[in-house]
């Protein structure tokens, strides 16, 4: 029978050892710095995504088995395009003491009087930026970075491995749920290997160890509770994935309609009771947030995580797109950069755009709920003035769920960042930007524009 399955499967199963070769090599092998291989790789791997996934029939168990190979690849790489590791293991080990993680930064750490686990290593790690500002992960997230300090904590290494258990096992949950999603939704199975065989979502997740995997597996999670009518459940689910990461939040306004309209797709839906529920099911998510934060609750507290969440409107801009056009005007008019107050404008704009969908799109059934969350997502990031290449982990998975496509090319298209990590330092390349937002903005419009599959001479 191995026989008969290696001489059917023969190709496929040469190009998954050419994949997972490729996933060793940028794992152990690749310099952040190397633009060219990574970019390389990342065209190759995203080829072999697709042939998988859309030229060869293979099954659920066989693909499923792929993707997780894939990310076991990875499993005592020590992440190398990111830093943020350093701090996870910081905040975890700091917590793990007893100490708040948002009310000391790792630059003042000699005033904590206690003992860090190689606490030099993990601050020259995270960098003096990194270390100059309070912790801004949510309770749930460090949660899991207290995890790994519980196991590992005398071990870098050992840590990361820990982490990269926990991202894997969130991307098999978010497998899982998706599959059931995409079955309730009448939808192709195989939409949810976009994201599970994805490379962006190995490499920037697994490999990285962001996570925004944890965040969505409770999301996804939580929207197939939905569907099923347990919306208490969903509500709760829900809480906790804005304690992993806040993004949950932009989509809270988008269940309004779902929950007042007359449609009988959920089927916990009654015309007497939706506002009611839906004021219950705010109410959860709320309660869960607060419980979770309930622990670190204090003034300082909320001085020091909504002063550094401001920093990312602010302060920070990386592989921006609206904002880089409007930086560019701000320097031509006045003479210097205007992110601190295009800062605080822009926020404003995307809230008020959430809320036009929310009060003015239909948003009645789970289609068009999901459709406008993507939609959020993607204008919330369009105005952000910081864009990192995992972001696109949530509109990606979104858009498994509908007929859009164009986060598929964006979850590509946003490697060419990484062109801004040169030997001599950073230095974005603005044309590679124009590039990237170009491409997925002009496959985004293409998609919406309702007369692309009509025949333009179908009048004659």
């Known amino acids: 029978m191995l026989l008969n399955f290696i001489k059917q499967y023969k190709i496929p199963l040469l190009f998954a050892i050419a994949s997972i070769a490729l996933y060793i090599n940028f794992g152990y092998g690749l310099e952040r710095s190397d633009f060219l291989k990574l970019i390389l790789f990342c065209t190759y791997l995203f080829y072999l995504s697709y042939y998988f996934i859309e030229k060869v029939k293979l099954n659920f168990w ?7 190979v894939s990310r076991l690849a990875f499993i005592a790489a020590i992440p190398n ?14 917590l793990l003491q007893g100490v708040s993680p948002y009310l000391f930064t790792p630059s003042s750490s000699t005033a904590l009087g206690v003992t860090i686990e190689q606490s030099q290593q993990l601050i020259e790690g995270m960098g003096s930026l990194n270390a100059s500002h309070f912790s801004n992960y949510p309770p749930i997230n460090q949660l899991f970075f207290a995890i790994a300090a519980l196991f590992t904590g005398k071990s870098i290494l050992g840590s990361v491995v820990v982490l990269r258990v926990l991202i894997i096992l969130a991307d098999v949950g978010i497998l899982y749920f998706g599959k ?21 979502i190995i490499i920037e997740l697994t490999g990285n160890l962001h996570f925004e995997g944890a965040m969505l597996f409770f999301f996804v999670w939580a929207l197939y509770l939905l569907l099923k009518g347990k919306w208490f459940w969903a509500a709760v689910l829900i809480g906790i994935s804005v304690s992993v990461k806040l993004i949950p939040l932009l989509f809270l306004p988008l269940f ?6 007359k449609n009988t797709s959920a089927p916990f839906k009654t015309q007497s009771s939706s506002w009611a529920t839906l004021v219950k099911f705010y109410s959860i998510i709320g309660l869960t947030v607060l419980i979770t934060f309930l622990p670190f609750l204090s003034s300082e507290f909320i001085e020091h995580f909504s002063s550094t969440i ?8 990386f592989n921006a797109s609206v904002y880089y056009l409007i930086r560019w005007i701000g320097f031509q008019i006045v003479g210097w950069n205007l992110i601190e107050t295009v800062g605080k404008i822009l926020p404003v704009l995307v ?23 993507l939609f959020a997502i993607s204008f919330y990031f369009l105005l952000s003035t910081t864009v990192h290449p995992w972001y696109i982990a949530t509109p990606l998975l979104l858009s498994v769920f509908t007929k859009y496509k164009f986060p598929i090319v964006w979850s590509f298209m946003v490697m060419l960042s990484y062109s801004a990590y040169g030997k001599d330092g950073f230095n974005e390349n603005l044309w ?10 002009g496959v985004a419009v293409w998609e919406m524009y309702p007369f692309r599959h009509q025949n333009r001479f179908q009048r004659y």
């Open 310 to 317: 401001a920093l990312w409107f602010q302060n920070f801009e």
């Open 180 to 200: 059931k999603l995409l079955e309730k939704l009448n939808l192709p199975i195989k939409n949810i290997f976009w994201f599970f065989l994805n490379p962006f």
């Open 62 to 68: 066989l693909l499923a088995s792929l993707g997780i």
């Open 432 to 441: 590679l930007v124009a590039l990237e937002y170009v491409l997925v903005i």
């Open 351 to 373: 809230l008020l755009f959430v809320l036009g969908i929310a009060f003015f799109r239909k948003n009645k059934t789970p289609q068009h709920l999901l459709t406008e969350m």
């Open 81 to 94: 395009l990111s830093q943020d590791f350093y701090r996870f293991l910081w905040d975890g080990r700091l």
């Open 256 to 261: 309004l309609k779902y929950f007042i309209s």
